[in-house]
C-alpha cells in the first residue's frame, strides 16, 4: 500500500563517515562498528541531529544536512554525558542541549539535579549559559522562522517541561571581531523567558509552520494552538474542546520535540494516541485512538475541524489473526488530504479527510496481508511530517533509517483490476474499489501514465462495479480534482461521485463490514486568530468551517447534473430561436473556443469539426446552471472568478471525453479508416463502438454534454458494427442520434444495393422532415429524385399562384395526398371553372327530365362509336 523510499540510513550516511574521519586523523587505526550513535531531533529544514561518544570516550553532537548530504560536528563535551534533547538554531550559532543527569555510583551522593539544560555558543565555541537544573524532564526546540529583520540577530528557543509549562526565551546575538556571534544578553537571559503555556498534559511541535499544539485537562480536554509568526510574536489560534477519557495520560506526552533515549524507567503505554495534522489547503485533522482491550476492538476519532465534524471508528480485531497485536495504538500516518490508520497485521484504513460523507470513499483492508512495509514494529516508529506535505516520513528509530512515505498507485491498480468473488479473501468489494478509483483520481491524477492504465481498466471491463458507474465517477471525480486545484473550497458545491445523483444508494456502499463509524456535527471550533489575508492558513481553516457550517443547513447545495434534464427537455421543444436559446449558444462560444486554445494539434479523433445543435445547446444549459448553484452558494468567489471556473470546468469535461476516446484509439491502433462505412468493423473496432456506447450511456444517465462530433463518430461506428434492424432498434430507443453530418456520409457512400436501400429508406422515414428534404439532395436513387422534382414543381407553382391568387385554400384542399402536383393543380382549375360557369337550369322553371336523360344518352353512344350522328 505504501511505497517507501529510504533517504537517511544512520550507519550508512553517518557512522561511515564518523569513522573515515577518526581514521584519518589517526585517533583510531582501523574501522570499529562499535560506535554509540543517536537520533536526537530533526528541525524543520530536514537537516539531522544526533551524538556519538567519541575514540576519546567524549560525548559529541554532529548534524547531517539531508540537502548536501554532509556531516558536521556542532559540539564536543569534555567527558560523555547523556543528551535527552536538543536543538539547534537556524543560523547555526548556538545548540541548545538537555542533559540526563548521571545518577548511579559515587555521582547518586551528590545534590544533583536529574535534567540540565544548557545554551551553548558554537560559533565558534564560546561560552555556555544554563538555562535549567529541574527533576524532570526538559525538552528544547529553536524557532525556525523566516524574517525580513536581516540586521537583527535573534534567535528565539522554546523550553517545555514534564511539569507542564512553556517558556520562550529572546536571546539576542552581536558579532565580535567581524565572525564571533556571541549572547548579548547573558546576565538578563532568564529574565527575558516568557511563559506562554501554564499547564499541559500533551504537546506537539509542527517545525514547518512553526506551531506549537498543547492539551489542557480541567474539567474537559481543551486543545490549544499558538502560532508564532515572522515578527517573534505568538499567540493562541485555535482552541477545540476534544472528548478524551479522564485519564488519557499517566505523564506528559512530547510529540516532534525529539527523542530521549535516557528515560530512567519505561513510561506505562498510554490509554491514549494522539497527533494533529494539517495541510497547507486549509485542512485540519486531530487523531486520537483509544483500545478496548477486553473487547478486542479498537476505537479511534479523526476530527475534521476543516469539515465542522468529528468521525469514530470502532474496528473489531479479527480473532482468526495469527498475530495478536503486542501494542494497542495505530499508527497515524498523514499522506496530502487522506489519514492513513496502521495496526500491523491487522488493518489499514485510509480516511479520506475530503471526502468524508461515506465509508465507500475510504480504503479499509484488514487480514494478514495488510503489512505497508515496515521492518520494525509500528510502536517504535515515528511519523514525520514533510514539508510539502504531500506525504510524510517514517523514522525507524531502532534502526536509525528515515523513508519517505507515498501511497503505491501499482497497489492500488491491483485493487481496481480484482475481481469480486464471494468467499475469496484476495478478492475486492465495490467501496473497496471504489475508494482506490477516487484516491487514483483525485489524489494522483495528474499522472498521465496512471490516468491511462485507468482508462483501459474501463474500457477492458464490462461491468467492473455493480452499485456504481466507474465511467461516471471517473468524470466526476477529474473534473472535481481540476476545480479544486483552480478553487478551494468546493467540496460541498461540486459533485465528485455520481452516488449523490442516485435517488437511493445502494446498502453496501453505506456500510463496510468490521467498520464501525459515527459522526458528530458542529464540533465548535474557537478561532482567536485575526484575519490575515486570504492565504493565510487560519483563515482559510475558518472560512472552510463556515462554509460548511453554512452548506449543511442548506437544503441540496451540491450541484445534481441530472436536475438540469427539464430544464433542456424544455428548450429542445422550443423551435423557434428565443433569447435563452441565445444566451446558451454565447455559453457553448465560450466553452468551444477554450477547448480549440487548449488543443489546436490534437486531431486523433474526429470530434469538434462539425455543427451539433443539440450537444451545443446542452453544453451552454450546463455553463448557465452552473454558474447559477455556484453564485447562489459561493458568493464570496465573485462573478468573474465563477464564470472563469464554470467554463474551464465544463471545457474539462468535452476534454476528458476526448481524451478518453484518443486513449483507446492508441490502444486499439485505430486511423482514419474507421471512418469507412463500406467495410465491416474488425473486433477492435467493435470495442471501441462498445466503450463510447458505455459513456454515452453514462453522460445520459448524469445529463452531462458530449463533444460536438461525438454522436457523428458513434452513429459510423454503429452502422459498421451492427446488423441493420439492430441498427434502427438503437435509433427508435434513443441510443442513436442521427446526424446530418452522418446520414449524408451514409447516403454518398453506401451503393444503392437492396440490403443497403432498405437501411436508407429506414432512415429517411425516421428524420424530421427539413432534414429529409436536404438528404435528398445528396442521394442518387430514383425515389428521391421523384421526391426533389415534387417539391420543385410544388414550390414552381406556389410562386406562380401568389402572383395570380392561389387556387388553394384552407377550406378545399384536396384531402389526398398529391402524387402528380400538375394534374392534381389541373383538375383544380377545372373544378374552380366549372364552379364559375352559369348554370343553365338555374333560371328555368319546368324542366323535361325524360327528354334531358335522352338526349345525353344518345351523345354517348355517339361518342363511343356505337351510333351515328
Excluded at 445543435?613 to 448553484?629: A, F, N, P
Amino acid at each position: 500500500m505504501l511505497k517507501l523510499k529510504q533517504t537517511f540510513d544512520l550507519q550508512n550516511d553517518v557512522v561511515l563517515d564518523i569513522l573515515r574521519k577518526e581514521a584519518s586523523v589517526c585517533r583510531v587505526k582501523e574501522y570499529s562498528e562499535d560506535v554509540d550513535t543517536r537520533i536526537l531531533n530533526t528541525e524543520s529544514d530536514g537537516s539531522i541531529l544526533y551524538s556519538w561518544k567519541g575514540s576519546t570516550g567524549t560525548t559529541r553532537i554532529g548534524k547531517y544536512d539531508s540537502n548536501t548530504k554532509q556531516n558536521k560536528l556542532l559540539y564536543t563535551f569534555d567527558k560523555e554525558v547523556c543528551v535527552s534533547s536538543c536543538s539547534l538554531n537556524k543560523e547555526e550559532t548556538l545548540l541548545a542541549v538537555s542533559l540526563a543527569q548521571n545518577t548511579r555510583g559515587r555521582e547518586r551522593l551528590k545534590p544533583i539535579s536529574k535534567c540540565l539544560t544548557l545554551l551553548i555558543e558554537i560559533h565558534p565555541i564560546n561560552d555556555t549559559q544554563v538555562l535549567k537544573a529541574v527533576d524532570c524532564r526538559v525538552k528544547v526546540q529553536f524557532l525556525h522562522q523566516e524574517t525580513v529583520r536581516r540586521s537583527v540577530l535573534e534567535s528565539h528557543l522554546l523550553l517545555l517541561t514534564e511539569d507542564g509549562y512553556v517558556d520562550l526565551y529572546h536571546v539576542l546575538l552581536c558579532k565580535q571581531e567581524g565572525y564571533r556571534v556571541v549572547m548579548a544578553n547573558l546576565e538578563r537571559l532568564s529574565k527575558t523567558a516568557e511563559r506562554i503555556v501554564e499547564d499541559f498534559c500533551w504537546a506537539q511541535w509542527d517545525g514547518h509552520m512553526q506551531r506549537l499544539y498543547y492539551l489542557t485537562h480541567k474539567d474537559k480536554f481543551l486543545l490549544r494552538c499558538v502560532q508564532f509568526h515572522p515578527n517573534h510574536n505568538c499567540e493562541t489560534v485555535l482552541e477545540l474542546v476534544l472528548a478524551l477519557p479522564a485519564n488519557s495520560f499517566h505523564a506528559v506526552k512530547f510529540e516532534n520535540l525529539g527523542f530521549d533515549h535516557y528515560i530512567a524507567e519505561k513510561p506505562k503505554e498510554e490509554p491514549v494516541r494522539m497527533q494533529v495534522f494539517t495541510n497547507r489547503i486549509g485542512s485540519m485533522c486531530v487523531c486520537y485512538s483509544q483500545p478496548l482491550k477486553d473487547k478486542q476492538e479498537l476505537i479511534y476519532s479523526v476530527v475534521l475541524v476543516h469539515k465542522d465534524c468529528s468521525k469514530k471508528f470502532r474496528v473489531s480485531l479479527s480473532s482468526e489473526t495469527s498475530q495478536k497485536p503486542s501494542h494497542f495504538h495505530p499508527l497515524f500516518i498523514p499522506i496530502g488530504y487522506y489519514i492513513l490508520v496502521y495496526l500491523q497485521d491487522h488493518f489499514l484504513h485510509c480516511i479520506n479527510t475530503r471526502q468524508q460523507e461515506l465509508l465507500c470513499h475510504s480504503l479499509f483492508l484488514s487480514g494478514d496481508e495488510v503489512n505497508v512495509g515496515l521492518l520494525r514494529e509500528p510502536a517504535n516508529v515515528t511519523v514525520l511530517q514533510m514539508e510539502d506535505q504531500s506525504g510524510c516520513c517514517l523514522l525507524d528509530l531502532l534502526g536509525g533509517r528515515i523513508h519517505a512515505a507515498r501511497l503505491r498507485p501499482a497497489y492500488l491498480l491491483q485493487i481496481l483490476r480484482s475481481e469480486a468473488r464471494p468467499r475469496c479473501p484476495s478478492s475486492k468489494s465495490d467501496p473497496q474499489r471504489l475508494a482506490a478509483l477516487h484516491c487514483l483520481l483525485v489524489y494522483m491524477g495528474n499522472d498521465p501514465n496512471l490516468e491511462l492504465k485507468i482508462i483501459e481498466w474501463l474500457c477492458d471491463n464490462v461491468n467492473p462495479l455493480e452499485s456504481v458507474d466507474p465511467i461516471q465517477e471517473f468524470i466526476l471525480a477529474s473534473l472535481y480534482r481540476i476545480a479544486y486545484e483552480k478553487c478551494l473550497g468546493l467540496d460541498k458545491v461540486l459533485p465528485y461521485s455520481s452516488i449523490f445523483a442516485k435517488k437511493e444508494v445502494p446498502v453496501c456502499l453505506l456500510e463496510v463490514p468490521g467498520v464501525i463509524c459515527t459522526t458528530e456535527l458542529h464540533i465548535e471550533p474557537d478561532f482567536k486568530a485575526k484575519p490575515r489575508g486570504p492565504r493565510c492558513f487560519w483563515s482559510e481553516l475558518q472560512w472552510n468551517t463556515e462554509k460548511t457550517k453554512h452548506l449543511d443547513a442548506v437544503p441540496n447545495p451540491r450541484y445534481r447534473t441530472p436536475l438540469i434534464q427539464a430544464d433542456w427537455d424544455k428548450l429542445r421543444s422550443e423551435r423557434r430561436p428565443s433569447s435563452q436559446m441565445t444566451h446558451m449558444e454565447e455559453n457553448t462560444k465560450k466553452v468551444l473556443s477554450m477547448v480549440d486554445t487548449w488543443c489546436l494539434d490534437r486531431k486523433l479523433v474526429p470530434l469538434f469539426q462539425e455543427e451539433d445543435r443539440q450537444q451545443r445547446g446542452l453544453i451552454g444549459l450546463t455553463v448557465d446552471k452552473l454558474r447559477e448553484h455556484l453564485n447562489k452558494h459561493l458568493p464570496r468567489l465573485g462573478k468573474k472568478k465563477i464564470d472563469s471556473l464554470v467554463v474551464n470546468y465544463v471545457a474539462k469535461l468535452l476534454e476528458l471525453i476526448r481524451h478518453m476516446l484518443e486513449s483507446v484509439w492508441l490502444k486499439y491502433k485505430l486511423g482514419p479508416h474507421v471512418m469507412c462505412l463500406m467495410q465491416k468493423a474488425s473486433p477492435a473496432e467493435w470495442s471501441v463502438f462498445h466503450f463510447m456506447l458505455r459513456i454515452l450511456e453514462s453522460t445520459r444517465g448524469l445529463c452531462l454534454p458530449l463533444p460536438p462530433g461525438y454522436h457523428t463518430l458513434f452513429a459510423v461506428f454503429a452502422v459498421r458494427c451492427l446488423p441493420h434492424h439492430t441498427f434502427l432498434q438503437y435509433i427508435d430507443h434513443g441510443f442513436l442520434q442521427l446526424t446530418e453530418t452522418f446520414v449524408s456520409r451514409l447516403m454518398k457512400d453506401l451503393d444503392n444495393s437492396e440490403a443497403n436501400e432498405r437501411l436508407k429508406f429506414s432512415i429517411l422515414k425516421r428524420l424530421p422532415q427539413p432534414m429529409e428534404k436536404r438528404i435528398c439532395h445528396m442521394w442518387d436513387h430514383p425515389v428521391s429524385s421523384g421526391s426533389i422534382s415534387r417539391d420543385y414543381v410544388k414550390k414552381l407553382l406556389e410562386k406562380h399562384s401568389k402572383n395570380k391568387g392561389s387556387p388553394f385554400t384552407e377550406k378545399d384542399k384536396p384531402d389526398f395526398r398529391p402524387e402528380f402536383l400538375p394534374l392534381t393543380y389541373l383538375a383544380k382549375i377545372l373544378s374552380d371553372i366549372e364552379a364559375q360557369a352559369l348554370n343553365p337550369f338555374e333560371e328555368q322553371g319546368n324542366v323535361d327530365a325524360r327528354f334531358v336523360e335522352e338526349t345525353a344518352l344518345m351523345q354517348t353512344l355517339i361518342r363511343l362509336g356505337f351510333e351515328a350522328k
